[in-house]
């Protein structure tokens, strides 16, 4: 069973920064991708970024590309995102989860999900 826990969020001002971790276990991270997803009230899941399991290759939704960064240690099975500017519609549960990608411009959940965490971005 693959299980995933998010952890980092918090409430932070605009302009500020956040740096959310997803830590896998059962499960390496050459074995499964994993993307970021967040949803906001009354809002639609959406993709923000997602990482292969190979070579790295990363993807960005267009709303947060330039500003988040995602990253993995493949050491302590742990993959970041990183956040920085951060406004108030970034404001939502983040979620972590095993993904089909393998580079390009599309990213997919696959299977497993952690339970979230959440961002909130309020002056």
């Known amino acids: 069973q693959v299980q995933l826990v998010e952890s980092g969020g918090g409430s932070v001002q605009p302009g500020g920064s956040l740096r959310l971790s997803c830590a896998a276990s059962?499960?390496?991270?050459?074995?499964?991708?994993i993307g970021w997803f967040r949803q906001a009230p009354g809002k639609e899941r959406e993709g923000i970024s997602c990482?292969?399991?190979?070579?790295?290759?990363?993807y960005y939704d267009d709303s947060v590309k330039g500003r988040f960064t995602i990253s993995k240690d493949n050491a302590k099975n742990t993959v970041y995102l990183q956040m920085n500017s951060l406004k108030p519609e970034d404001t939502a549960v983040y979620y972590c989860?095993?993904?089909?990608?393998?580079?390009?411009?599309?990213?997919?959940?696959?299977?497993?999900w952690g339970p979230g965490t959440q961002v909130t971005v309020s002056s």
């Open positions: 989860a095993t993904v089909g990608f393998n580079g390009g411009s599309s990213c997919h959940p696959w299977g497993y």
């Open positions: 059962r499960f390496t991270l050459d074995y499964y991708a």
């Open positions: 990482i292969s399991r190979s070579d790295d290759s990363t």
